[in-house]
């Protein structure tokens, strides 16, 4: 079964998939993927919807504003806090500073924002805190970039499929990038997270009724 048939099979589990991480502005959906980081999306709900973070953070200005050592007690439930507090107020200065609009996406959002998120990986990931993983996702859901970030479930679901044979999550966002075609990848990052996160899941993950089992590495290796 090659990937886009796994892809279809996928989308009967979970139709219209979308990130499961609340924000409202564009600027929160960056902190909330930087806060994803090794911790997960409810965890971070939790923090910016349930207690409240996100209606203080609306934009960069509101967390210079906060200050580093209030945003670091606000989010001090989430792993890594304290570098991800120094990572989240450093790129809220650079994203204040970035003047220069070179996209119609860009200067959208300056005109309705009043900041600019940039819109390739090359520039995004000169934030800090923003690595490939996490500026592919803000790419793929702000901008609707044909990419696909590649978590620790994206990671696990290709390999026991055996649609890549890969140590790491680079390794394997680098192969996944040329099997998946452009128009698929936006809607291919949500479902691989979801299955993998749901399904098949790291632990007792639901082989019992997978219609991959027939064909799956891992399955058929613990038979």
Do not use: W
């Amino acid at each position: 079964m090659n990937i886009i048939d796994i892809l279809n099979q996928i989308e009967k589990i979970y139709p219209n998939p979308v990130t499961e991480l609340y924000y409202e502005t564009p600027f929160q959906l960056l902190i909330a993927v930087v806060l994803s980081a090794q911790t997960t999306d409810k965890q971070v709900n939790k923090v910016t919807k349930n207690q409240g973070l996100f209606q203080k953070l609306k934009s960069p200005q509101d967390v210079i504003d906060m200050g580093y050592e209030a945003l670091k007690e606000n989010i001090k439930t989430i792993g890594l806090y304290k570098s991800k507090a120094k990572n989240i107020y450093n790129l809220s200065k650079q994203i204040i500073s970035i003047k220069d609009v070179s996209s119609n996406e860009e200067r959208y959002l300056f005109d309705r924002f009043g900041y600019i998120i940039p819109d390739s990986l090359n520039e995004i990931t000169k934030l800090d805190g923003v690595g490939e993983k996490t500026g592919k996702v803000v790419l793929s859901v702000l901008y609707n970039k044909p990419v696909v970030p590649v978590d620790t479930h994206v990671h696990r679901v290709l390999n026991r499929l055996g649609i890549v044979c890969t140590k790491t999550e680079l390794q394997t966002s680098a192969q996944i990038e040329k099997i998946i075609p452009d128009d698929l990848k936006n809607k291919a990052h949500h479902l691989l997270i979801l299955f993998g996160r749901y399904f098949c899941k790291s632990k007792n993950p639901k082989c019992y009724k997978c219609v991959f089992k027939e064909f799956c590495k891992y399955y058929n290796l613990k038979k």
